[in-house]
């Protein structure tokens, strides 16, 4: 093994140039070789050593942006270009490990402790995780029982078994979906119960048969799924996987039934398969959605669900032209989603609808030009609608679940060319009644699940239209929390303050 050199946070080697990445190698022969390149500010790795023994570790490098504040740990790596300051271009040699340790965050959890120190030469070994394969102790959000508050217990998190992940969540936020099962309204009480869904954290261990996650990874669990292999997964169509769709009444993995999570050896169940309130999940590598580690995950956790939802709902089903007009039934944050869909779109009319008046004033941050609230008139709303379009909407997105609601989106779409979209869950009794003659005169009703979005597949470039500022995520955050108030959070939501509040998994 050679040496490796480290070089400090807070003092990074210094280049010619700054933009340029620093390289601190271990090697045998030949040592990497760095081309100082101007292109897109990145350095060229020309080559590294050219074989690599069976479970043994000859060729590293570490390449640090001072710059963006990146870092990258490549072990046992045929390394080429590094195109955009993200990814090299590898493979891996057999026998080697890949670590993918783009963060602070993600170092700490890889066991890489030297950064802290000026550049020094050390013989010390870059390790994966201390924690593989080991059942991890951390703080989880334990409701014991629905409604009442939750519980910061000491859990015990289970190593990930076949195709599963265990991930670091650093941040997560609260939905509405979370709060409808902890107060078990209207489907079978499961606890005790660690809820969450939307999130934001590090890989830190794989499974059995994971081959596109590596700890450190990036990524955003999702309450549904992608296996690739299934009929909907193969669908371009389709996102509603066969194997990994919803299931609110599963409380364990589907590899064995088990739960990965328990306190003194009693069992903890899932929820949704995410369980985000847990500074360590387990999740099914079919839920995870790698990301670009350089999007902020305090920001892009909220694409775990609801926000995605309502975009994808828009940009994917509804599909406004520009210049085309877009009503929004339910102005909370899916529906403002759905808004911010429609801006995004280009869209000239956006009319929001909703019973409550103290939201129209927000809705204009996401593009909403028109209000109309159902109290304020006499006669059915999609009459109104209708009225102030000529004839009808081009396009509408229901957001609310209310069977009242959906109707009127459907029947305040303009006859011939009509798309109305259905976001919103009624209750599982309600029935949606509306005359032949709409379906006739060319109106489209359509359904839609989580935006249609597939999680693996799609979600990395809703994360990437942030990144590129095609997509507004800040102004849907109205409240931080640290994790120790996280109770709070369910105050506010059930008191209707506030879209989105970030819960700060560290404090």
């Given amino acids: 093994m050679g040496t490796i050199g480290f070089t400090s946070f807070g003092f990074p080697l210094k280049t010619r140039n700054q933009n340029l990445p620093v390289v601190a190698s271990a090697y045998a022969s030949p ?53 955009g300051y993200l990814n090299l271009m590898n493979k891996t040699v057999e026998g080697g490990l890949t670590a993918n340790l ?144 919803i299931n609110t009444d599963r409380g ?28 360590y999940t387990v999740v099914h590598v079919g839920c995870l959605a790698k990301i670009n580690p350089l999007a902020p995950l305090d920001k892009v956790c909220i694409l775990s669900c609801g926000i995605s939802t309502g975009l994808g709902a828009t940009l994917n089903v509804a599909k406004p032209k520009k210049g085309s007009s877009v009503a929004i039934f339910g102005l909370g944050a899916v529906g403002l989603a759905a808004a911010e869909g429609a801006r995004i779109a280009g869209a000239s009319r956006i009319i929001g609808v909703d019973l409550n ?25 999609q009459e109104v609608i209708a009225e102030m379009t000529n004839g009808g909407v081009d396009r509408s997105v229901e957001c609310t679940g209310h069977i009242d609601a959906m109707i009127s989106a459907f029947e305040c779409v303009h006859d011939g060319w009509g798309v109305a979209v259905l976001v919103g869950v009624p209750h599982k009794d309600a029935v949606f009644k509306t005359s032949p003659l709409n379906l006739l005169n060319e109106r489209t009703l359509k359904g839609t699940f989580f935006g249609n979005y597939k999680p693996r597949s799609d979600i990395p470039s809703v994360v990437e239209k942030y990144m590129n500022k095609e997509l507004e995520l800040e102004k849907f955050i109205t409240h ?28």
């Fill in 31 to 83: 040592s990497p070789e760095r081309i100082d390149s101007e292109e897109n500010g990145c350095g060229v790795l020309k080559r590294t050593t050219s074989i690599v023994s069976r479970a043994s570790l000859v060729s590293s490098s570490i390449l640090w942006f001072p710059k963006e504040g990146l870092a990258v740990v490549k072990q046992g790596l045929v390394a080429g270009r590094i195109p």
């Fill in 102 to 245: 783009r963060s602070p965050a993600a170092m700490e959890m890889a066991g890489v402790r030297s950064f802290r120190t000026p550049f020094r030469k050390s013989n010390m070994k870059i390790k994966m995780s201390s924690t593989t394969n080991q059942v991890i102790r951390c703080k989880a959000a334990v409701a014991w029982e629905a409604g009442k508050p939750l519980v910061i217990e000491e859990v015990e998190v289970a190593p990930p078994q076949k195709m599963e992940v265990r991930i670091k969540i650093l941040f997560t936020s609260l939905c509405h979906t979370d709060v409808y099962f902890w107060e078990a309204k209207g489907q079978n009480p499961l606890f005790p119960r660690i809820f969450g869904h939307e999130a934001g954290g590090v890989v830190e261990s794989v499974g059995e048969g994971v081959t596109d996650l590596h700890p450190g990874d990036h990524v955003l669990p999702v309450f549904t799924g992608e296996c690739k292999e299934c009929a909907h997964c193969k669908s371009e169509e389709s996102n509603m996987c066969d194997l990994l769709r």
């Fill in 252 to 279: 364990v993995m589907i590899h064995d039934q088990k739960s990965r999570f328990s306190i003194n050896g009693k069992p903890i169940f899932h929820f949704v398969g995410t369980s985000t309130f847990s500074e």
């Fill in 357 to 381: 008046a103290n939201r129209f004033e927000l809705a204009k941050k996401f593009g909403v030009t028109e209000f109309v609230n159902p109290k304020d008139h006499t006669k059915p709303v």
């Fill in 480 to 507: 931080e929390l640290p994790f120790s108030e996280i109770n709070k959070a369910f105050d506010l939501m059930l008191k209707g303050e506030g879209l989105r509040c970030i819960i700060r998994m560290g404090e």
